[in-house]
């Protein structure tokens, strides 16, 4: 049975002002004399956020400072929404790193896709998102600002763990 | 001790305007604060508790916001009714303070001074005449602003103002023909004990005309024009009514007025109705000042500080009360408001005034002097007319969907008011 509305029959001839008036405030006295707050104090308290909240991008790193990033190319390409700029480079060892990496968290709508496909585990989104800024410009992050961020990575879905717990 | 004089009754006149009109500023900008943080409580919230400790400093952070805010004007408005508008809506307010009694009075240096900014002999006629001025600033904003919303809540102002100063100036014939005077501090002396037979009756007027001090509340809560007679402001149907084209300080006008307009209307319920500035039962603090000069009990200064803080006391669980009830119910519907205006309260108070005024003429006559045992007789025949009102008259015959009242042929049978649902037995 797709819900049945429950009606309330209030005969008219038993309705009154003062009476329904008199519940009501006792109703809202109960409210004003033991509050149950309800307000969460933001700035003060913060939300328990889940592990795999999909927030602000983050670079891993070497042990040495350097992104882990090799300049495959894959994230650019299957992010959805163009916001990854890759410029890949070669080294003196013949190894491959981004020359210049850029996200643009204004663009980006958190899919996670960059995540999942990188192939190093180099490019993650993070627990994080109180990412706001005066300008739009500083919404482009680059390869030096996502190493340095510090927020937790985003816990990607285990399939042997479907609830994540 | 005689009643102040000459030089010195001038300047501390002066001085009771000053201080008084400061206090009232005080207690209108800190009430702004109460009503947010009472409004935070009924919905399980907090209120405003960020700025300054509890929240307190918010008051200064919302003056100071008014005053720094653009003032916007729109195109085609009239500037002069424009600007007066909200002028209008505080000063009457504020005035009004003037003739009512704060406390008993104190005896100084220079002789008796009553605790009152102007004793008028006509006080309860410049309540009335002054009250019914708060709808200028409401109809001039709504008018001056040149726009469809303000203009439908200026209308919508204007007639409830109107319908409602009627009941409330009806309310409070009985208090005069208890009273037999017009003079504020004889309204609040007539409600104190003092020996039978000199027109004080003992009892807060609440008790002895209880249905006039119930239609004194309700209306005056409709003259405030706030939940549930919130009409000319209705912000989910007029946007923000009359006032929707206000903004920075003219709209922080309207708004000091409305919590000013709040205040007092507490204060003139406390004065006729809940014994002005006497404290119940006590003896001491019955001082009455006669036409004549003569000074009745014995003042003292801890006396005017104690009654002081009775009317504040007073007035302030009223105004708390009227946040509480603001908090708590819906607005009327238009044609609601009309009935229960015209339809209820007039009726009711005309067939109230005959039935006291023949009360008071039978205990006259029979030859019962003023005091406790008359206000019992009142009392019993009031508790008996509360019954019937809340039993009877109010009962099915004062709400009513707009369908029902549609007119139908004689015979046929009264219109469905609401669809029948699935689940409902036929």
């Not at chain 2, 919230?45 to 300054?52: D, K």
């Not at chain 2, 206000?246 to 006729?272: D, N, P, R, V």
């Not at chain 2, 500080?305 to 119910?329: C, D, E, N, P, Y």
């Amino acid at each position: 049975m797709p819900g049945s509305v429950k009606i309330v029959v209030r005969p008219e001839a038993s309705a009154s002002y003062v009476r329904a008036i008199s519940t009501g405030l006792g109703i809202t006295l109960k409210h004003m004399v033991k509050p149950k707050k309800q307000t969460q104090q933001y700035p003060d308290e913060k939300w328990d956020l889940s592990r795999r909240l999909r927030g602000t991008h983050r670079m891993a790193t070497h042990e040495d400072g350097r992104a882990k990033c090799v300049g495959c190319g894959l994230c650019p390409t299957v992010c959805p929404v163009n916001c990854i700029k890759l410029i890949p480079a070669e080294d003196e060892n013949g190894e491959r790193y981004a020359a210049v990496y850029e996200i643009d968290e204004f663009r980006c709508i958190f899919c996670g896709f960059c995540q999942e496909v990188c192939p190093v585990e180099a490019i993650h989104l993070g627990v994080h998102y109180e990412n706001a800024e005066y300008s739009r410009e500083r919404w482009v992050y680059d390869l030096e600002r996502l190493t340095e961020l510090e927020h937790p990575f985003t816990a990607l879905w285990d399939p042997f763990d479907p609830a994540s717990e | 001790m005689e009643p102040m004089t000459g030089t010195s009754f001038i300047v501390f006149t002066a001085l009771k305007v000053v201080v008084f009109f400061v206090l009232l500023l005080v207690f209108v900008a800190m009430s702004t604060y109460f009503e947010r943080k009472i409004a935070g409580f009924i919905q399980n919230r907090s209120g405003p508790n960020r700025v300054g400790p509890l929240g307190l400093l918010q008051v200064m952070a919302d003056g100071l916001k008014f005053i720094l805010k653009e003032e916007t004007e729109p195109g085609g408005s009239n500037k002069k009714f424009f600007f007066l508008a909200p002028v209008l809506a505080l000063v009457p307010a504020t005035v009004l303070f003037a003739v009512l009694p704060f406390a008993a009075p104190l005896p100084t240096r220079w002789g008796l001074m009553e605790m009152i900014v102007a004793d008028a002999p006509v006080g309860f006629l410049y309540v009335l005449a002054i009250a019914s001025l708060g709808v200028y600033g409401m109809v001039l904003g709504g008018w001056a602003s040149n726009s469809k919303y303000p203009f439908l809540g200026a209308l919508r102002g204007s007639a409830q103002m109107v319908s409602y100063e009627v009941a409330l100036a009806m309310s409070l014939v009985p208090v005069l023909m208890l009273v037999g005077n017009v003079t504020m501090p004889e309204i609040v002396s007539a409600q104190q004990r003092f020996a039978e037979g000199t027109g004080a009756y003992g009892a807060w007027f609440i008790l002895p005309l209880m249905v006039a001090g119930l239609i004194f509340v309700i209306s005056g809560v409709a003259e405030t024009g706030r939940v549930p007679f919130d009409l000319p402001e209705a912000e989910s149907e007029l946007v923000g009514g009359f006032h929707t084209e206000y903004s920075a300080m003219k709209f922080g006008m309207f708004f000091l007025g409305e919590y000013a307009h709040l205040i007092t209307t507490a204060a003139l319920i406390t004065i006729f109705f809940l014994g002005g500035w006497d404290i119940p039962f006590w003896e001491g603090d019955n001082i009455r000042v006669l036409a004549d000069g003569t000074v009745i009990g014995e003042p003292a200064w801890w006396k005017t500080l104690l009654t002081l803080g009775s009317f504040t006391v007073k007035s302030l669980a009223l105004v708390l009360f009227f946040m509480w009830l603001r908090w708590t119910i819906p607005r009327f519907r238009y044609d609601q408001l009309m009935d229960l205006g015209w339809k209820v309260f007039i009726p009711l108070l005309m067939g109230y005034i005959m039935l006291m005024g023949l009360a008071i003429y039978l205990l006259d006559s029979w030859g019962i002097p003023s005091g406790l045992k008359y206000s019992a007789a009142l009392i019993g025949l009031n508790v008996v007319l509360m019954v019937i009102l809340v039993w009877v008259v109010d009962r099915g015959s004062i709400v009513r969907g707009a369908t029902a009242r549609t007119r139908r042929a004689p015979g046929t049978a009264p219109a469905r008011t609401r669809p029948v649902a699935p689940n409902e037995a036929d």
